[in-house]
Each structure stands twice: as structure tokens, then as C-alpha cells.
């Protein structure tokens, strides 16, 4: 698919749409990655956007906190988000020590701000979020936004590579299934907790049943 556009055209660097950084940064770091000739075959390392960044007089010099006090305690905030992130929850049967269900996040997001960010205080744990029908909602509204995004990511892969056609066809599926659930109420979301293992710690197989009203 790349080659009918050859001829006719050129690639340009440009910023995602989602990058919340000013317009200036955005284009000082574009204006850096066209014109170093290396980059045109590879991607730029991450230590050497840093070592650019925290060379004297460097352009890049804005866009990373040049206080190592700082830089510090910026590095230490996103480690422990790190480990909150993957820190997940498991129900296990009692008696035999099999888990039962798919592991999840310990702590889930149930609101999202308009810029993206979630607040401290919107993570609730998860098995409160299972138990109320309106958070499951949430969960399940956040999921269909994330699939709008990932087929707003993906599509225009698709003049790129034809196969993307089939794969965001399958999501487009997907996306009108969710709207489905949103739509009857979340009568369809399953109760975290209802899924039966197919095996030894892991979800082979999965049974889904509609919570009885």
C-alpha cells in the first residue's frame, strides 16, 4: 500500500494529536529529530533525547526538568504509579488455592477528566466496582472509549498496511457490540468474580452468566 503514494508524496514528522505538551516543544523536538540525518532510518534513543536535552544550549533544554533535586522526585512518583499500575487482584478458591477468575487491576478508574487524567481519588478497589451496577457501567462506558481510541489510532494504518482494513472492521464490530450494552442499561456486564478458570491459575476457558434480576 506504501508504494502508490511514493511518487506523489512525502512523509512529515508531526506530534499526536494526544500529546498534551505546548506547540512550542512540539515543534522545537520535531524540528530536532528532522534534522539529525541518523534518525531517518532509525528511531532516536531515549539517552540520547536526554544527553540532547541536557547538553548546554540545547534547544531540547525546555522540555525535561533540568534540577536533578526535581527530576528526582519526578522519577519517584512515577515509580510508585509504576507499582500501583500493576498491582492487580485474583479471587482464589479457598479450599483448593486455584484462582478462579483473570487477574485485574486492584484499584480501577471510574471517571476520567477532560484532559485525560484521572484523580487519586477516582480509583476505587475492585470489588466495589463489581458490586454496583453504576461503576460496572462506568467500566464498561470507559472500555468503548478506549476502543474508539484505539480504532482513532489505527485506521490510518490502514492506507499504510491493507491488513489494518480487516482488523479495524473486527473493531468497528466490537465498538457497535459495546454500544449494544451501553444502551440496555449494562444488563449484559458480568459481575467481576463470575468467570470459571479452565486451568491452573489461568482463563482457558471463560463462562459468562448474566447476573439473575
Known amino acids: 500500500m506504501v508504494n502508490k503514494f511514493k511518487s506523489k508524496t512525502k512523509l512529515e514528522y508531526r506530534m499526536s494529536e494526544d500529546c498534551r505538551r505546548s506547540k512550542e516543544r512540539k515543534d522545537i523536538f520535531l524540528k530536532w529529530v528532522v534534522s539529525r540525518p541518523e534518525y531517518r532510518k532509525r528511531k532516536p534513543t531515549v539517552a540520547e533525547v536526554v544527553r540532547e536535552c541536557r547538553r548546554k544550549n540545547s534547544p531540547l533544554g525546555i522540555l525535561i ?63 466495589r466496582v463489581a458490586d454496583s451496577p453504576l461503576l460496572r457501567r462506568s467500566v464498561i462506558e470507559r472500555a468503548h472509549s478506549d476502543i474508539l481510541a484505539w480504532i482513532n489510532r489505527y485506521e490510518r494504518y490502514a492506507d499504510f498496511m491493507g491488513e489494518f482494513h480487516e482488523v479495524i472492521e473486527a473493531y468497528r464490530n466490537l465498538k457497535k457490540r459495546m454500544e449494544s450494552i451501553i444502551r440496555s442499561g449494562g444488563n449484559d456486564v458480568v459481575r467481576y468474580g463470575k468467570y470459571v478458570s479452565g486451568g491452573k491459575g489461568s482463563a482457558n476457558k471463560q463462562q459468562t452468566k448474566r447476573k439473575k434480576r
Open 65 to 127: 526538568e533540568q534540577s536533578v533535586k526535581k527530576a528526582a522526585e519526578e522519577n519517584w512518583r512515577n515509580e510508585a504509579q509504576y507499582y500501583l499500575r500493576h498491582t492487580m487482584v485474583v479471587r482464589v478458591n479457598i479450599v483448593t488455592k486455584q484462582v478462579i477468575t483473570q487477574p485485574v487491576r486492584a484499584w480501577i478508574p471510574v471517571k476520567v477528566s477532560k484532559g485525560g487524567r484521572i484523580d487519586e481519588s477516582d480509583y476505587l478497589v475492585a470489588q
